[in-house]
């Protein structure tokens, strides 16, 4: 440590210190502009001059590294003059017209010129009319006669995203900023966040307020699993106008993505359910809540005394809050008795989940998303983090700029993280696993692997290292495509590091074998200690919400909450004994496995909350089939959804706006969800429908907050125990992951893919954007903003293949499988291989499960999404 004085006050500073860095830590003020902690250094303002004892000029705090000994006066009579005077210039081409800017009231600008007394523009400015442009996306307007070139728009989206749409055009004083690459823009509104005046503005909601007429309740983002906080700005407790950020608060430190910041008018849309619909004759009419779960509560207790519990299913929802989850669950086990449950996160996620819980104990990411900005090496595998989640992308970036890591990217398909990745590979689909074990078999011929902690801490080395004895070089490159020259590119890489971060997503996960790739990822980093918390750490990307926080909650078949298994006793026992209801000891069906049971008459009756199952499972035509073997189907839901219109009732719920409760993100973080408007129309907070539906069932549930709910799950999960609201309102608590066990090495077998190319289906398919309602547009779709920047589903197809089957750029196609065809439009791209096509399948309405195999991993839990076999052909 060093010491210096700051206007007179001693203190002592780190090294890498700045004069203004020192300042701000210890309560003086220095006034900025341009300077932002998060970019790299602008310099452009002036405004943060100060004086140093031994200079000839003041120095700019913001670039000054602190010396020992140094002496600063940051109030001088000649700083204050040229701050003044810097300020004025910088008003040279920005009209004082601060009651119309919709920025008024928190514009940094307004607050410097209001501190240092400036009421008018003592430099008259020359008036330059710029031609209108277009900004890089139309979700924000671009004022060029506000900007007052601070450049942090510039910087941000370069150092932030890694975007790089903007720049300066021209030279002296008509330079200005322009969107110079409109196509790498991706919409995050970086720039609108960063923005200290009003340059930038939203350009989503027609409905404007000014600060002081609007309410903004901090809460977490519904879109992806990184759990970003953000403020809902709302008029008059009904309609939610826009989002902001609150400084730099939240894993997201006031970043968002395309979803989270423009994403939010689904909100408000016209087409959500309002009042309970109950099917007569065919046809919904609307009902009381009294008449719809009096009827709900009625007929289910016929089927029960009729079947049994194990005659009922239920699936619930991973976008729902871990209040929701624990009741539904709660519910199904004591009210209804049945273990015939599931949720959407078991189907988009599953694979990891259960494999990572085998593997490491842990059925979760095994670090904090900021952790991985420490790696010095980051292996991507099946995951587009740019894309999907933006925010956990941001912190990999950082990991380049601090520690010059070193990035292996493995994708068929070109993504953004090409451009950073010192080595990209490129295998068939279906293959990980093959390159995965060849990978660990050249780290152990090579001596690469920790012997002392696999030796210490993990269990089953020999037996899986036995399993590896197929999976040589000449096989790898056989089955995979990855030539032996670059597997031993990445042991190189691989050994080099000290830190290795392994990210994956739905390209391993989502396939049949997306278990068995799960496991070999884990053997790989327990290979070096990666699990433990000096090591890189593993991280799966969570497509959802709360996609953790329903797994945690026991919304699955086999766990109660917590991971306790429903065929323990001793922790059923415990479970009953507070429920005071009997909890069947077998476990029940999966998502899967309940609709193969619907088709077979065995499940009588199902409740669907929150989900789809007419977009997330395969064979469509199969599903409405066994539907008619129903005798009473309940969809509770925000819109009238596909499955919904079988239904005999539905029952509205709302949206994360207007409820209570918590999400827990990816990295296992518990965060508050806070209302912010109230319930549009009659619809219900889920938690009151379960409840009350429950009460009505015979099985009180007299809850009368959310809070009270997350009381009882801190009673009985010890994970959960310090989740009170009053602890989360300090910005979340991670749940700890120490439980004294080995990791475990687990053999897995390799099984080729369940279909290959032939003459008639000649392409390899990969779906995206299929795992979710998110990603093809249940909510998405009715957002305007995301409409006008996302593009409608099409296939990319590489030129040659294009070529041979005699289609062009934006042609109408078919796209075939031996399962059926849907249509769409044809995008060519060289990002793909040949012989890969690529179905960007954004929005609904694109049956893509039609076109997927029906067959499911050895556990039953995964069907595959992620590749099929097929052709395309014009229309």
């Known amino acids: 440590m060093i010491k210096l004085k700051i206007d007179g006050k001693e203190l002592t500073a780190r090294p890498d210190q700045t004069i203004l860095e020192v300042a701000r830590e210890n309560g003086i003020y220095i006034p900025t502009l341009c300077y932002h902690e998060r970019l790299s250094l602008i310099k452009s303002c002036r405004l943060c001059l100060v004086d140093v004892e031994g200079c000839d000029m003041p120095m700019a705090s913001c670039a000054t590294p602190v010396v020992d000994g140094m002496v600063v006066q940051t109030r001088t009579e000649r700083v204050e003059r040229m701050r003044l005077e810097a300020l004025k210039l910088l008003l040279v081409n ?99 966040h960063i923005c200290p005046v009003g340059a930038l503005t939203e350009n989503l909601s027609p409905i404007k307020g000014r600060r002081w007429q609007l309410d903004r309740v901090q809460t977490t983002c519904t879109f992806c699993g990184c759990g970003c906080q953000l403020e809902l700005n709302s008029l008059a407790d009904r309609k939610v106008v826009k989002v902001t950020t609150k400084g730099e608060a939240g894993v997201n430190q006031g970043s968002l993505c395309v979803k989270g910041r423009f994403g939010y008018d689904f909100v408000n849309h016209p087409e959500r359910l309002q009042r309970p619909l109950v099917k007569r004759s065919g046809v919904f009419v609307e ?40 009741l539904f669950q709660k519910w199904m086990r004591a009210c209804i008795g049945t273990n015939h449950l599931d949720n959407g996160a078991g189907l988009a996620n599953g694979s990891s989940l259960y494999s990572m819980l085998a593997s490491t104990g842990w059925p979760a990411m095994t670090h904090s998303m900021d952790d991985v900005a420490q790696a010095d090496l980051i292996l991507i595998v099946g995951a587009d983090p740019y894309e999907d989640n933006l925010i956990f992308s941001n912190k990999m970036r950082q990991a380049i700029g601090r520690h010059d890591a070193k990035i292996i990217l493995v994708d068929p398909r070109k993504t953004q993280w090409e451009r950073w990745a010192d080595l990209w590979l490129r295998p068939l689909p279906g293959t990980d696993l093959v390159w995965i074990n060849g990978l660990i078999r050249l780290l152990i011929e090579k001596g690469g692997y920790s012997k002392e902690f696999v030796g210490s801490k993990t269990e089953g080395f020999e037996a899986m290292r036995l399993s590896l004895e197929r999976f040589s070089r000449e096989f790898v490159t056989k089955e995979s495509g990855i030539s032996s020259n670059d597997l031993e590119k990445v042991a190189g890489l691989y050994m080099a590091a000290k ?233 979340g608590v991670q749940w700890p992951l120490e439980n004294g066990r080995k990791k475990r090495f687990l053999a897995v077998e390799y099984r080729g893919a369940a279909e290959q190319p032939d003459e008639r289906y000649p392409l390899w398919i990969i779906p995206r954007g299929f795992h979710y309602h998110y990603g093809i547009g249940t909510t998405t779709k009715r957002a305007k903003g995301l409409a006008k920047v996302f593009p409608d589903s099409c296939i990319e197809v590489h030129p040659e293949d294009a070529k041979r089957a005699g289609i062009g750029e934006g042609d109408k196609v078919k796209v075939i499988s031996p399962r059926g065809e849907v249509e769409t439009i044809c995008r060519i791209s060289e990002d793909l291989p040949r012989g890969v096509a690529y179905f960007a399948t954004t929005f609904f309405p694109v049956f893509v499960n039609n076109l997927l195999t029906s067959g499911q991993d050895r556990s039953g839990l995964q069907p595959e999404y992620k590749v099929f076999i097929g052709r395309v052909e014009r229309r």
Request: aromatic content about 8%.
């Open 499 to 731: 830190k290795r971060a392994i990210v994956f997503g739905s390209g391993v996960t989502q396939h049949l074998s997306g278990a068995e790739t799960v496991k070999g990822l884990c053997n790989l980093a327990l290979l070096t200690g990666e699990t433990e918390r000096e090591g890189g750490g593993l991280y799966p990307m969570l497509t959802q919400n709360n996609a953790q926080g329903a797994c945690d909650m026991g919304g699955l078949p086999e766990f109660l909450p917590g991971y306790e298994r429903v065929d323990d006793e001793k922790a059923r026992r415990r479970f009953e004994e507070i429920w005071e209801g009997s909890i069947p000891e077998r476990p029940g069906l999966s998502y899967t496995e309940i609709f193969e049971k619907i088709h077979e008459g065995k499940i009588k009756a199902l409740y669907v909350f929150g989900e789809d199952p007419f977009l997330t499972l395969p064979n469509l035509e199969r599903l409405r089939n066994g539907l008619h073997h129903l005798e009473f189907l309940v969809v509770q839901d925000l819109f009238m959804t596909h499955i919904g219109s079988y239904a005999d009732v539905i029952l509205p719920g709302v949206s994360f706006a207007e409820k209570e409760g918590t999400f827990t993100n990816m990295e296992r973080r518990v965060q508050r969800v806070r209302q912010a408007i109230s319930p549009v129309g009659e619809a219900r907070p889920d938690w009151k429908i379960i409840s009350d539906l429950s009460t009505a069932m015979g099985y009180p549930m007299k809850y009368q907050t959310p809070a009270e709910v997350m009381e009882e799950i801190a009673s009985l999960v010890p994970s959960y125990a310090m989740m009170t609201y009053a602890n989360l309102e300090k910005g």
């Open 94 to 192: 920005h009209p004082l017209d601060c009651p119309v800017c919709d920025a008024g009231g928190e514009c940094q600008l307004q607050n410097r010129t209001f501190e240092f007394g400036i009421k008018e523009n003592q430099f008259p400015p020359e008036r330059v009319d710029r031609p209108s442009r277009e900004y890089g996306t139309p979700l924000i307007r671009q004022w060029t006669e506000r900007c007052v070139m601070c450049l942090r728009c510039v910087h941000a989206c370069i150092d932030i995203p890694g975007a790089d749409v903007l720049d300066v055009v021209d030279h002296g004083f008509s330079s200005h900023i322009e969107a110079v690459r409109k196509e790498n823009c991706i919409s995050c509104g970086e720039c609108l």
């Open 287 to 326: 009902a009381s809540w009294e008449e719809a779960l009096a009827l709900v509560a009625t007929r289910l207790r016929e089927v029960k005394e009729k079947y049994g519990g194990q005659g009922i299913g239920g699936i619930s929802s991973s976008r729902a809050t871990n209040e929701e989850n624990y």
